[in-house]
């Protein structure tokens, strides 16, 4: 299942992002107009339940590693790498560390290839899966599993995705996707 994946930068406006994911909720209260972040940001992304899934259907491809690995998949936050040297930051003014990217910032997500050249989401269980797949400097996008499958499969710019290029590589085509999407 080992295929050479090439690293392929593409350009892309975060309008895209912020239209398809709305980044965050917002809350409610009168007195706070604040974005919340799906998931706990302050807190490194890391998915062991996934990656020993991945593990465990890498070594057995069975029926039943795939029904775990397919659950685990769908309860996971995923890394996209992209990288943000075009984009204009507005720094934080209370979380330090933290931004906002200007309306119209240009961004770099990068993509994979599978062996037929068609474009693949590269996503990752964790920081030490990107820097085994890149040397570069990158930014991260943060996803929830259902907004990592909307963001392959909508605008038909992706054949699917690629869990962990650098390592597990395991490649999930279009219709797999849209059957996580309805689990």
């Keep these: 299942m080992k295929n050479t994946i090439d690293i392929v930068v593409c350009v892309t406006m975060l309008a895209f992002i912020v239209t398809l994911f709305g980044c965050g909720k917002r809350n409610k209260s009168p007195s706070h107009n604040k974005v919340v972040a799906?998931?706990?940001?302050?807190?490194?992304?890391?998915?062991?339940?996934?990656?020993?899934?991945?593990?465990?259907?890498?070594?057995?491809?069975?029926?039943?590693?795939?029904?775990?690995?397919?659950?685990?998949?769908?309860?996971?936050?995923?890394?996209?790498?992209m990288m943000t040297d075009l984009a204009q930051i507005i720094p934080s003014e209370t979380d330090p560390g933290q931004g906002t990217f200007e309306k119209g910032s240009l961004l770099k997500v990068f993509i994979a290839t599978d062996a037929d050249g068609n474009l693949l989401l590269p996503l990752f269980t964790d920081g030490a899966s990107i820097r085994s797949w890149t040397t570069q400097a990158v930014t991260t996008l943060v996803l929830p599993a259902q907004d990592a499958w909307g963001f392959a499969t909508t605008e038909g710019t992706y054949s699917g995705v690629v869990i962990n290029p650098g390592g597990h590589n395991l490649e999930l085509k279009r219709s797999e996707l849209e059957k996580l999407k309805t689990n």
């Design 38 to 81: 799906p998931v706990d940001l302050d807190k490194p992304v890391k998915n062991p339940e996934l990656v020993t899934a991945l593990d465990a259907y890498t070594n057995n491809p069975s029926p039943e590693a795939r029904t775990t690995l397919s659950a685990k998949l769908n309860k996971a936050i995923f890394l996209l790498p």
